[in-house]
């Protein structure tokens, strides 16, 4: 008899972790596809007459993006960078100059950017993260950066175009 109950205990603890295991192993989210910003929604605010894209291509650990910028007070630029979703720091120079490295990794659904920017007499830190709605139509990024200037939140809404 006790032999039957051990069987069955290691039965039901066994089927326990599988359906944890597969609770925690949820889909991720493929943030494919061409996004337009809503300036109204976005810290852009409703009236900016920044146009403000990504194009993204997303698979196998990887992730590509060019962020297409028209208007407002900026250059016109389009800029494409590759990263992992490993954690894997990937560092490169910015258009000015500066060294920033990204290290992008899973926190649930969302997708977390960790960016260290080093200019020529301060670090600045932003933390960016990727949220996409339940019908995948809207990406919402949530931006927190800190520096010598302070820290700041700022939120930017994203349409699927495509």
Do not use: C
């Not at 920017?117 to 990406?139: A, F, H, M, N, Y």
């Amino acid at each position: 008899m006790l032999f039957f109950n051990r069987k069955l205990l290691f039965l039901a603890v066994s089927v326990s972790a599988a359906q944890g295991a597969l609770a925690f192993a949820q889909p991720r989210p493929d943030f494919s596809g061409t996004w337009k910003q809503d300036n109204a929604r976005s810290a852009a605010g409703a009236g900016s007459t920044l146009q403000y894209s990504n194009r993204i291509d997303h698979k196998d650990g990887a992730i590509t993006v060019t962020t297409i910028s028209r208007g407002g007070h900026r250059k016109d630029s389009n800029v494409t960078r590759t990263y992992t979703t490993n954690g894997k720091p990937i560092m490169y120079k910015a258009s000015d100059g500066d060294d920033l490295t990204t290290t992008v990794n899973w926190e649930g659904k969302a997708l977390v950017f960790e960016n260290i920017e080093k200019r020529p007499k301060e670090t600045i830190t932003i933390r960016e993260t990727w949220v996409l709605s339940e019908d995948g139509k809207t990406l919402t990024k949530r931006r927190h950066s800190s520096g010598p200037q302070g820290q700041n939140d700022q939120t930017y809404v994203l349409e699927k175009q495509n």
